[in-house]
């Protein structure tokens, strides 16, 4: 078998699109051995390399094959660096420069980004509604090979309080009894009777029901409250 080892910065593959490695091993035919060999420089730096592809066998002496590059730095720069939001969904981009393969990930799964590119770009951020009254914030990082990361946000404000109670009113006998009102919110609500003869449920957090105790109408007119 002959052996053949690439130094640091380079790779060797006998096909030429497929296979790259550091190391090769070639089974001869029959005692001969021709075959084309390629070259992949892929530096890990932008500095100069130089080294030898070795050739090792049993059978001969080593034979060695100078190789040399210039690596170039691999570079990362991605615009703007935040982006503020209003509560709708929709969608934000931010713009990449490189000069190699970059990936995007979000840690948040309100918001979906564009995974990966080549070179100069956009990451194209979509974002959820956010039907909570709170805002929140996530953090989309940005990854080249040997690069320090870039970290993006995006931050979404938080929806506006709305408040809905049904039905409006309610017409009850004079004897002692309990009504019930549903309230559909996103917040915090409270609730107060003007009237001393009917007790209600005092607060509630979003979707909710206020249940109104009234006291036995002895009267004969009829009694309101709001």
Same mark, same amino acid.
């Given at each position: 078998?002959?052996?053949l080892t690439?130094?640091?910065?380079f790779e060797?593959?006998?096909?030429?699109?497929?296979?790259?490695?550091t190391t090769?091993?070639i089974k001869?035919?029959?005692?001969?051995l021709s075959i084309?060999?390629?070259?992949r420089?892929?530096?890990?730096?932008?500095?100069?390399?130089?080294?030898k592809?070795?050739?090792t066998?049993?059978?001969?002496?080593?034979?060695?094959?100078?190789v040399?590059g210039t690596?170039?730095?691999?570079?990362l720069?991605?615009?703007?660096?935040?982006?503020?939001?209003?509560?709708?969904?929709?969608?934000?981009?931010?713009?990449?420069?490189?000069n190699?393969?970059?990936?995007?990930e979000?840690? =948040?799964?309100? /918001? @979906?980004v564009?995974?990966? $590119? &080549?070179?100069?770009? !956009?990451i %194209?951020? *979509?974002?959820r509604?956010?039907?909570?009254?709170?805002?929140?914030?996530?953090i989309?990082?940005?990854?080249?090979d040997?690069?320090?990361?870039?970290?993006?946000?995006?931050?979404?404000?938080?929806?506006?309080?709305?408040?809905e109670?049904?039905? =409006?009113?309610? /017409? @009850?006998?004079?004897?002692? $009894? &309990?009504?019930?009102? !549903?309230v %559909?919110? *996103?917040?915090s609500?409270?609730?107060e009777?003007?009237?001393?003869?009917?007790a209600?449920?005092?607060?509630?957090?979003?979707?909710?029901t206020?249940?109104?105790?009234?006291?036995?109408?002895?009267?004969?007119?009829l009694?309101y409250?709001?």
């Open positions: 078998d002959v052996v690439a130094p640091a910065g060797i593959s006998i096909s030429g699109s497929t296979g790259f490695k090769l091993t001869p035919y029959q005692g001969n084309r060999i390629h070259v420089f892929c530096p890990s730096e932008g500095t100069e390399y130089s080294g592809i070795t050739h066998s049993s059978e001969t002496d080593t034979v060695s094959l100078a040399g690596g170039i730095a691999c570079l720069e991605v615009t703007p660096s935040d982006w503020i939001v209003n509560s709708d969904a929709g969608f934000t981009l931010f713009a990449v420069i490189s190699c393969l970059w990936t995007a979000s840690n =948040a799964d309100w /918001v @979906v564009t995974s990966s $590119g &080549t070179g100069d770009g !956009t %194209t951020a *979509n974002y509604a956010n039907t909570n009254t709170a805002q929140r914030t996530a989309i990082t940005v990854t080249v040997r690069v320090t990361p870039v970290e993006l946000a995006v931050t979404q404000q938080g929806a506006a309080c709305t408040l109670v049904t039905p =409006a009113s309610q /017409v @009850v006998d004079s004897d002692t $009894g &309990t009504s019930t009102f !549903t %559909t919110s *996103n917040c609500w409270i609730a009777s003007d009237a001393d003869w009917v209600v449920t005092s607060s509630g957090e979003g979707n909710g206020i249940t109104a105790n009234y006291a036995a109408n002895t009267n004969t007119c009694l409250t709001s």
